[in-house]
């Protein structure tokens, strides 16, 4: 047994569905990002179900992986989105995704990705700052138009997270202190085309305790409470991302669990309640598969030398993350101790240290959990191609996106003339 559904062994090889991934590898070759359609669905099911007969919409946060077929099929789920660009945006079209269901976050909007977004008519602005609301309100004055504008609160909690990815602090520089966003909120007169409908948080990702959450959930509601008693029209709340998957030995609380703590939170307020969950939907719904090149043993460690580096999957590097790592076949024989490195010229370029496997050359190995912010991330560091992507759906196997070639990536290179 694996710890990650849809990710079994049978006999002693480890499978996506009905799909042995030894299979996948030699049809589509290694490093090889694998999801599992199945696993995603079940996911956003599971946050569906919780909302019960609520008034909700769960807008999955795109960074987290932004492939138009896992985009396509969170739309056909019903799905809505949480983009930080306006090539975000171009994808999320692209993928089918109505506007009316997207939500633009982010410190740094650029005029025209406001213009873009302007006239695809999303549903709201996340707005993080005073000077991007002056510029959003002097654009759509240029287009006659009236922009729907949450303001995004940074509630000052302590997400207890990784620092880099902790955005709720009142040092980090997401958001817009809560006394600052309610007078902002209350001298709306000053911006004519700016119509505010919402108000939004993100306090970090990768949470495994509730209590940040809900810490955040009622400084918000707080204010959402002042905002309506002043006439405010605000018609949704927006309660962002962040909740934690395993990875190794964490326990994040329950699907269900996180989201009854925010409808709690919200008491008898009668808005609509948004989420942007990235991670929590596609994490653990897939792996990267990568072949090891060579066992190189010195006199003080093992090294697995495999064709997957850093630069296909960063986050052991960045934030010195652990993921776990599996054996595509479980070997009978003597466990060494590993450290997994990839290719890259990097002292930093690991995947896992300290790996327990029986291993012999060209083993294929799964890194599990590498559905979020593993391809997402990925560059082409050290001139190499980005790995391809399958999805699994029962016993067949979908190509996504097939590996780069170099000569995509050197296409849009020059050199001098002579
Ligand atoms: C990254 C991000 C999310 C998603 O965070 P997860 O931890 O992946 O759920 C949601 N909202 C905003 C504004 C983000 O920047």
Known sequence: MSDFPHFEYQQNALYVESVPLETIASKFGTPCYVYSRAALITTYQAFEQAFADDDFLICYAVKANSNLA?????????SGFDIVSGGELQRVIKAGGDPQKIVFSGVGKQADEMRMALATDILCFNVESAAELQLLNQIAAAMNKVAPVSLRVNPDVDAKTHPYISTGLKENKFGIPLEEAEQIYFSADQFPHIRFTGLDCHIGSQLTE????????????????????????????????????????????????????????????????????????VGNAGLLLTRTIYLKHTPDRHFA??????????????????????????????????????????????LGHDRKFSLE??????????????????????????????????????????????????????????
């Open 210 to 281: 509730l209590d940040p959450f809900t810490q955040a959930g009622e400084k918000l509601v707080s204010l959402l409470q002042r905002l309506k008693s002043g006439n405010q029209q605000i018609t949704h709340l927006d309660l962002g991302g962040g909740l934690g998957i395993r990875y190794s030995t964490e326990t994040p609380p329950s699907i269900q669990t996180y989201v009854n703590a925010l409808r709690k939170t919200l008491g008898t307020n009668k808005v609509r309640l948004l989420i942007e969950p990235g991670r929590s939907l």
């Open 361 to 418: 050359a060209a083993d294929l190995l799964a890194v599990m959990s590498a559905g979020a912010y593993g391809t997402s991330m990925s560059s082409n560091y050290n001139t190499r191609p980005r790995a391809a992507e399958v999805m699994v759906d029962g016993d067949t196997v979908h190509l996504i996106r097939a590996r780069e070639t170099i000569d995509q990536l050197t296409a849009s290179e020059t050199i001098l003339p002579a």
């Open 305 to 350: 030398i495999v064709d997957a580096a850093m630069n296909d999957l960063m986050r052991p590097s960045l934030y010195n993350a652990y993921h776990e790592i599996l054996p595509v076949l479980k070997r009978n024989g003597d466990l060494c101790n590993y450290q997994v490195v990839g290719p890259v010229c990097e002292t930093g370029d690991f």
């Open 70 to 78: 896992i985009l396509n099929l969170l739309v056909r789920l019903g």
